[in-house]
Structure formats: C-alpha cells, structure tokens
C-alpha cells in the first residue's frame, strides 16, 4: 500500500508517495485545476494499490478531492495539527511543499483511522445558507450600529427601541423622518437605513430557506425542546455527515462534549 500525501494550495498541489514504511518513493507537483488533478491521477497510477491523504484544509482541497473521488480514489482528511508533529518529528530540517507533503503522508499512514473524504451533499448547502445568513446578521449589525451614531447626531429621540431598529415599521419611521431632514448626515443615514432594510428581508429569505431544508434533513431534531430551525442547521452543517464518525464517542470527541483525562498518581478526573 502506498500513500501519497497532498499539501494543497490556491496554485498548486504537491504531492509525496511514501511506502508502508514510511520512505519517499517520489514527489510531484500539478497545477490546481482539473488539467493538473487529471496529470496527478495518471502519475499516481504507476503505484498500483493506493491511497490519497489530504491535508484538512477544505477551501483549497475541495475541488481537489471531488475531482479524486469521481475516479474512484479513496481520500483520508488529516488535520493540520497531525501533519505540524509528523513534520517537526521528521530528520530533515525547514518547510516546503514536499516537506509537508511527505508530512501528510506519514501522518496518514501512522492514523489508519482518519476520516475520509466524500462529495458533498446536502449538509454542505445547508451550512453555506448557514454562513451566508451569519455574515448578513454580521453586517446588518455593523450598519446598525454606525446608523445609530448618525441618528444620534441629527436627533437622539429618533432612535428606535434596543434590539429592534432593524424592524420593518421602524425603519419605516425612520426613513421617512431623514427624508424630511437636510445634510449630508441625514442623507448618509438614509443610505443605511435602506441597506438595513435591504439585509433584513435577504436575511428572511435565508431563515425560510434553511428552515425548508432542516424540515427534510433533521426533523428529529427540530422535536427536540428548545432546537429551533438555526440551531439545528448549525449542528447539522456543522457535522457535515454524521455517517463519517465510526462512533458516538468519535463524535463526541469531535464536537468537544467527550471528558478528557487531566490527572495523574491515584485521584482520577477529567474535565
């Protein structure tokens, strides 16, 4: 069995085929587009049984692992904290793109375990509405508060309610009290009250989306007391296929809820 260690970046991948041992047979390197993943499975067919391993950084590796996986290659994740020891373990010194290959290799290779790689489904759609919606929900809260300073400015007793000023009949209020005022601050304040109302209806068409998708994807979990429609979109974007994790406890340990042992000598705790 060998396994061929990807460092992956915006440009380019490189990648190291290291033995069962651990030895470096050969490394590449391939453009990051399909001409280039197209040259990497032709090159690693001269290798007979194989497996891939990436490093776990999905933003470059994406369009990678999918054009991999359409072949049929099999693609173990491994996370960057176990390719930094296999690296700083290793008897060469520095970092490179072959240096770190060969460190993904080796780590792969000595983590049989790992998680592997599959295409992306429904979960992945569910968490970029997921992100989406937070970034709006982020800059409607930027445009909110650099509003507030301006009403603040023209007329303090213009300012709506704590937590709703981007309410519908508020902002209509407001806007149409800074139609009737004069200056650049009034008109500036305008343009945000109207991208506020611009983010909060894009906001609520996300809310109605993902709460479409939960309602076929996680029902059970929305029968949970107290799980609404984005806390059970974040649980499920943020698993990203549950049948990926050989156990509850692999899951557990993933999501942070597992105890973790912190003693030593006879008083036995974890945390």
């Known amino acids: 069995m060998v396994v061929l260690g990807i460092d992956a970046h915006k440009r380019s991948h490189t990648v190291a085929a290291v033995d069962a041992a651990g030895r470096l047979l050969a490394t590449k390197t391939v453009s990051a587009d399909a001409a280039g993943h197209l040259l990497l499975v032709r090159w690693a067919g001269q290798f007979g049984e194989r497996r891939f391993a990436v490093e ?3 933003p470059l590796s994406r369009r990678l692992e999918a054009d991999l996986l359409a072949v049929g290659e099999r693609i173990a ?15 060469s010194y520095g970092k490179s793109d072959p240096i770190d290959a060969l460190a993904v290799a080796r780590a792969a290779l000595r983590e049989p375990d790992l998680p592997t790689a599959v295409l992306d489904g429904p979960p992945r759609q569910l968490r970029l509405l997921v992100d989406h919606r937070a970034g709006l929900v982020a800059e409607r809260t930027r445009v909110i508060n650099q509003l507030r300073w301006h009403i603040h400015e023209i007329n303090p007793d ?15 209020l407001l806007r149409g009290r800074l139609a009737d005022a004069t200056g650049l ?16 209806v894009r906001i609520g068409e996300l809310d109605r989306q993902i709460s479409e998708h939960i309602a076929v994807l996680a029902p059970t979990l929305l029968a949970l007391p107290g799980c ?5 979109a974040r649980i499920v974007a943020q698993t990203a296929d549950i049948t990926r994790f050989r156990s509850q406890h692999a899951y557990a340990r993933h999501n942070g809820s597992a105890p973790v042992p912190v003693w030593s000598g006879n008083q036995q705790r974890h945390r």
């Open 185 to 200: 601050v009034a008109e500036l304040a305008g343009e945000l009250a109207q991208r506020c109302a611009q983010l909060t």
């Open 56 to 58: 776990d950084c999905r």
């Open 158 to 172: 213009w300012q709506p309610p704590a937590r709703s000023a981007h309410r519908p009949k508020h902002l209509t």
């Open 228 to 232: 609404g429609s984005l806390t059970a």
């Open 77 to 91: 994740r491994v996370p960057p904290k176990l390719m930094a020891k296999a690296r700083d373990s290793a008897r």
